[in-house]
């Protein structure tokens, strides 16, 4: 499948509410794929369809090769553990921009497969992070607004500066 072109900050679509999936279908599949192979060249460990501008619930996230490809379709976080974490957080939507985020450590969550089978699951560290920057995006809210006004405001300044 093609690797699709990803909207780039600051693209209003990036602040958009994505809609929930209802159609469990080859269309669906096919998104999967193309998210799968633009996230792999993009680089990175997570997108969501809304980074290719297309604005419905679903994620793929692979933190390496070797722990495989997950895709969560419709998902939403039940539970928060109070222990947070730190980590370096960025986007496909900005790429070469990070800055660390505190976020709860471990989280429950619900979510359908490709298919439209409902599950619930636990996540913990790095998966949990990806698992809730993914969500965050969904939800209209880019990893930028997690960061202090003052962090926020250089690294616009750094990324207007590079006209990435």
């Not at 193309?34 to 679903?58: E, F, K, N, S, Y």
């Not at 990893?143 to 590079?162: F, G, M, T």
């Amino acid at each position: 499948m093609p690797v699709r072109p990803i909207i780039r900050f600051p693209d209003p679509l990036l602040k958009a509410i994505c809609a929930p999936v209802t159609a469990f279908d080859d269309g669906l599949r096919g998104l999967a794929i193309d998210l799968l192979d633009t996230m792999r060249a993009a680089p990175g460990v997570g997108i969501t369809a809304a980074h290719i501008g297309v604005l419905q619930r679903v994620t793929v996230v692979e933190l390496s090769r070797e722990d495989g490809v997950r895709t969560y379709v419709n998902p939403e976080i039940l539970w928060f553990s109070e222990e947070t974490m730190r980590h370096m957080e960025g986007s496909v939507s900005m790429p070469g921009f990070t800055d660390e985020i505190v976020r709860p450590k471990a989280i429950r969550f619900r979510y359908q497969d490709i298919e439209g089978r409902a599950h619930e699951a636990e996540a913990h560290g790095f998966l949990a992070i990806c698992i809730q920057h993914e969500v965050d995006q969904l939800d209209g809210l880019f990893w930028l607004q997690r960061l202090s006004k003052l962090k926020r405001d250089r690294l616009v300044k750094k990324w207007e500066k590079a006209k990435v």
